[in-house]
């Protein structure tokens, strides 16, 4: 079975593959800067030893999320307008 191609207007082309490319970018986080931000969660709330590595995730995704100009998605994705 064949399958059609997707179509795409370039306009919209053009604007994902520039969301493309800064996600891509905030995934480049290197090691040190990584490794900084879980010592700065850790050392922020000391008070609740349970949840240090949750603090940790927590500060590294949104740390990744702000990189890529993400906000929090409280619903489903909606459809690009054109």
Request: charged share 20%.
């Given at each position: 079975?064949?399958?059609?191609?997707?179509?795409?207007?370039?306009?919209?082309?053009?604007?994902?593959?520039?969301?493309?490319?800064?996600?891509e970018a905030a995934l480049h986080m290197d090691l040190k800067e990584a490794a900084?931000?879980?010592?700065?969660?850790?050392?922020?709330?000391?008070?609740?030893?349970?949840?240090?590595?949750?603090?940790?995730?927590?500060?590294l995704l949104g740390e990744l999320r702000k990189?890529?100009?993400?906000?929090?998605?409280?619903?489903?994705?909606?459809?690009?307008?054109?």
């Open positions: 079975k064949t399958h059609d191609e997707a179509a795409i207007c370039w306009t919209c082309h053009q604007r994902l593959q520039a969301r493309v490319d800064v996600l900084q931000v879980i010592y700065d969660a850790v050392w922020a709330d000391t008070s609740d030893s349970t949840k240090t590595y949750q603090n940790a995730a927590r500060a990189r890529a100009g993400l906000s929090l998605v409280l619903g489903r994705m909606q459809p690009l307008a054109h």
